[in-house]
């Protein structure tokens, strides 16, 4: 699910940027990136994505690694446009033993 992170009625796919994490739930899958908060607000479990209106905004990601259950936590910040659909990136550590940095990339 979505989430709208603005105020008023939904806005066209045009007028928006979209912002895309992973499921919370994602059995077998090595590395996973979780979209927890948008601008201080903390998205619901059942939400991996958002919706914002275009400029910059402040992202809070979990880079969960299953090889060693480990968890690291990433504040970053963004600016994104009207119209355009964005998924999060991690560059991991060698051997996937851990997550180094974490970005915003157009899908």
């Known amino acids: 699910m979505t989430q709208q992170a603005y105020d008023g009625a939904k806005l066209p796919a045009d007028q928006v940027a979209h912002i895309a994490g992973d499921l919370r739930v994602t059995a077998g899958v090595p590395l996973t990136l979780i ?3 948008v601008d201080g607000s903390t ?6 994505a ?3 209106l275009p400029g910059e905004h402040q992202l809070l990601v ?11 936590r990433h504040s970053i910040t963004v600016d994104v446009l009207a119209g355009e659909k964005y998924r999060l990136v991690a560059e991991t550590a060698p051997g996937l033993h851990g997550c180094n940095e974490v970005a915003l990339v157009p899908q």
């Open 35 to 37: 979209l927890r908060q």
């Open 43 to 48: 998205l619901s479990v059942g939400q991996s």
């Open 50 to 52: 958002v919706d914002v």
């Open 62 to 72: 979990d880079c969960q690694i299953a090889e060693t259950k480990s968890t690291s």
